[in-house]
């Protein structure tokens, strides 16, 4: 299986920044697909962010102010939060996509983070 382990939440004043950190561990054999999304209270879990490749998408809410990267190396995709705004305040989790090694050979895999909080004040 393939294991996230989520970084960088915390508590930020609006107009802040924030960076969030997810590795991937396991027998990964290709990432296709990062992604983070966010759950507000009483709220579904959105997406607001995914990088395939070299290629982005950003949900409006976010557009303009949060960047998505990876690195391929480390396994590690991060969102970088910036003007951040108290609507903002939610749980953000990762999510991977890819192949990796399992017992039967090569698999598709889909993991999810531990969810990290991210609160902004007013």
């Known amino acids: 299986q393939v294991q996230l382990v989520e970084s960088g939440g915390g508590l930020v004043q609006a107009g802040g920044s924030l960076r969030l950190s997810c590795a991937a561990s396991?027998?990964?054999?290709?990432?296709?697909?990062m992604g983070w999304y966010r759950q507000a209270p009483g709220k579904q879990r959105d997406l607001i962010a995914a990088?395939?490749?070299?290629?982005?998408n950003y949900a409006d809410s976010v557009k303009g102010r949060f960047t998505i990267s990876r690195d391929n190396a480390k396994n590690t995709v991060y969102l970088q939060m910036n003007s951040l705004k108290p609507e903002d305040t939610a749980v953000y989790y990762c999510?991977?996509?890819?192949?990796?090694?399992?017992?039967?050979?090569?698999?598709?895999?889909?993991?999810w983070g531990q969810g990290t909080q991210v609160t902004v004040s007013s």
């Open positions: 396991g027998s990964i054999l290709r990432i296709n697909t």
């Open positions: 990088i395939t490749g070299g290629s982005t």
């Open positions: 999510n991977v996509r890819g192949i990796y090694y399992s017992t039967y050979g090569a698999s598709d895999f889909g993991s």
